[in-house]
T-cell receptor, first 107, second 116 residues
């Protein structure tokens, strides 16, 4: 499975867009990029996933670069409830969760 | 629609005992996954069941085992508990329609196991 690299922490002002980057330079052609978040020891919550096209749903947008070596999760209007650890996962045979990015949304 | 449910919420055992954790998947889902999340660490994949069969297993000793029942619910058994087994155990389910590489997993709230 391809490894992902995320910044350990980020801050974002409430109401602003939160852009969370993820590098996955060893991704292969059939591996999907998934994003989950985990709020304080709750079960991880699915956010979005994609293969090579940009995706958008009611929670977020996922931008995947053309070479697929990196992606960005965008929360368009961050709220305090979006404070969580965000995991970027490149998935083939298993779900491998790294340490993720701890996003703090500040009032 | 009900999500993934897990029981019990908390479980306290002593070293050497056995623990049984239970998971009910989302209705219509046939795949169940188990993960371990020790304090301050990431999720570690334990087991994957689909249609009653064990499909994949993470790097855990054989004392971690489980099964999936005909109604697709699942239980995780941990024998000969050790102190380092203390963790949040998460169950996830997926539709199981597609290959493992694309199936989106939905997680339950977890069971917090404490081994004294």
């Amino acid at each position: 499975d391809a490894k992902t690299t995320q910044p350990p922490s980020m801050d974002c002002a409430e109401g602003r867009a939160a852009n969370l980057p993820c590098n996955h330079s060893t991704i292969s052609g059939n591996e999907y990029v998934y994003w989950y978040r985990q709020i304080h020891s709750q079960g991880p919550q699915y956010i979005i996933h994609g293969l090579k096209n940009n995706e958008t749903n009611e929670m977020a947008s996922l931008i995947i670069t053309e070479d697929r070596k990196s992606s960005t999760l965008i929360l368009p209007h961050a709220t305090l409830r979006d404070t969580a650890v965000y995991y970027c996962i490149v998935r083939s045979s298993t779900f491998v969760f790294g340490p993720g990015t701890r996003l703090s949304v500040l009032p | 629609e009900a999500g993934v449910t897990q029981s019990p919420t908390h479980l306290i055992k002593t070293r050497g005992q056995q623990a049984t954790l239970r998971c009910s998947p989302i209705s219509g889902h046939t795949s169940v996954y188990w993960y371990q999340q020790a304090l301050g660490l990431g999720l570690q994949f334990l087991l994957w069941y689909d249609e009653g069969e064990e499909r994949n297993r993470g790097n855990f000793p054989p004392r971690f085992s489980g099964r999936q029942f005909p109604n697709y619910s699942s239980e995780l058994n941990v024998n000969a508990l050790e102190l380092e087994d203390s963790a949040l155990y998460l169950c996830a389910s997926s539709p199981g329609r597609d290959s493992f590489s694309t199936d989106t997993q939905y997680f339950g709230p977890g069971t917090r196991l404490t081994v004294l």
